[in-house]
């Protein structure tokens, strides 16, 4: 059988930290930022954490 091949997609978008959690970039940052408050940007503009249900899932699109 064939080796599985990295998600080339879900490569750009996730970071995998020393714990094995996975980080993500925050939606709503990329146009329409005039009608947004510079509150809201800069609480945009940090990375957060992937949510259980979802860790597996994204982790095996991430094997390679």
């Known amino acids: 059988m064939a080796k599985?091949?990295?998600?080339?997609?879900a490569k750009k978008r996730f970071k995998v930290?020393?714990?094995?959690?996975?980080?993500?970039?925050?939606?709503?940052?990329?146009h329409?930022?005039?009608?947004?408050s510079s509150k809201r940007k800069r609480r945009l503009s940090g990375e957060s954490v992937v949510s259980d249900?979802?860790?597996?899932?994204i982790k095996r699109l991430l094997s390679s």
């Open 32 to 36: 329409f930022l005039e009608k947004k």
């Open 4 to 9: 599985m091949k990295t998600h080339k997609g």
């Open 53 to 57: 249900a979802d860790t597996p899932r």
């Open 17 to 30: 930290t020393g714990t094995g959690k996975l980080k993500r970039r925050s939606k709503n940052l990329n």
